[in-house]
Nanobody, 125 residues
Framework: QVQLVESGGGLVQAGGSLRLSCAPS????????MAWFRQAPGKEREFVAA????????KYVDSERGRFTISRDNAKNTVYLQMNSLKPEDTAVYYC??????????????????WGQGTQVTVSS
């Protein structure tokens, strides 16, 4: 499977913004549905946002709708997560994921079969 690499994490103050990026490291890659998940200490990995192969359809966890935006640049084969108005509770390791499965639930961990190693996002109060 294609290996994914995330970047763009860091330390920001509450109210600040970050843009995360995710790109495959393999030489060949077919565009697939992709998503962002996050995992905070002591918590389960949770769905954040998903995007269709073409980028024409996006989904968000209800709590983050309006603050976060997922997008993709197919020419660069890169997926982004723009995060605005960050809060301390957004602190987590953020992971990107891709799937080659024909169908599934976009918010389910089991739908995705390729994962990055994560990028740390820390939001201070």
């Amino acid at each position: 499977q294609v290996q994914l690499v995330e970047s763009g994490g860091g330390l920001v103050q509450a109210g600040g913004s970050l843009r995360l990026s995710c790109a495959p490291s393999g030489r060949t890659f077919n565009r697939t549905p992709m998503a962002w998940f996050r995992q905070a200490p002591g918590k389960e990995r949770e769905f954040v946002a998903a995007i269709s192969t073409s980028g024409g359809s996006t989904k968000y966890v209800d709590s983050e709708r309006g603050r976060f935006t997922i997008s993709r640049d197919n020419a660069k084969n890169t997926v982004y997560l723009q995060m605005n108005s960050l809060k301390p509770e957004d602190t987590a390791v953020y992971y990107c994921a891709a799937t080659r499965r024909g169908s599934g639930a976009y918010s389910s961990l089991d739908y995705y079969d390729s994962w990055g190693q994560g990028t740390q996002v820390t939001v201070s109060s």
